[in-house]
C-alpha cells in the first residue's frame, strides 16, 4: 500500500471522477471552516473540526466518511448513508450524487 504524505497527493492517486468528489469535500470544508487543517492520518483523509476530526476515505464502491456519533439531530439524514455492519461510517455511493447539503451539516455539527 503506497504511503501517503498529503491530502492532495491522496486524491490526486484515485481515478479521476472519485478524486472529484474528494476535493469537492475537500473544498466544503475549507468553504466552511477556513481555519480548518487537513493531514494524513491512518492513511486517508483527515480535516480538523473544531476539537474533533472527520475522516474521508476512498475505496471501490463509494465515500466513506466518519466517525458519525454525536449529532443526533441529524439522524434521519444519516441513516440512509450508514455503512452496513458499522455504526459510525457513512457510505457516500458513486454511484449517485454526493449529498452536499447534508456533508456540510455534519461538518458545521462536529464543529460547533
Do not use: C
Not at 23 to 50: C, M, N, W
Not at 68 to 85: F, H, Q, T, V
Amino acid at each position: 500500500m503506497k504511503k501517503f504524505e498529503t491530502v492532495d497527493e491522496y486524491i490526486h492517486e484515485q481515478p479521476s471522477a472519485v478524486a472529484e468528489r474528494l476535493a469537492t469535500i475537500q473544498a466544503l470544508f475549507h468553504e466552511l471552516l477556513p481555519d480548518t487543517k487537513e493531514a494524513i492520518r491512518y492513511q486517508i483523509l483527515s480535516f480538523s473540526v473544531g476539537s474533533h476530526y472527520l475522516y474521508v476515505s476512498a475505496y471501490k464502491k463509494h465515500i466513506g466518511m466518519y466517525p458519525m456519533y454525536g449529532i443526533p439531530e441529524l439522524e434521519d439524514e444519516l441513516a440512509p448513508y450508514r455503512g452496513k455492519g458499522t455504526k459510525d461510517s457513512l457510505h457516500f455511493p458513486h454511484s449517485a450524487p454526493l449529498p452536499l447539503d447534508l456533508i456540510k451539516k455534519i461538518i458545521i455539527a462536529k464543529a460547533a
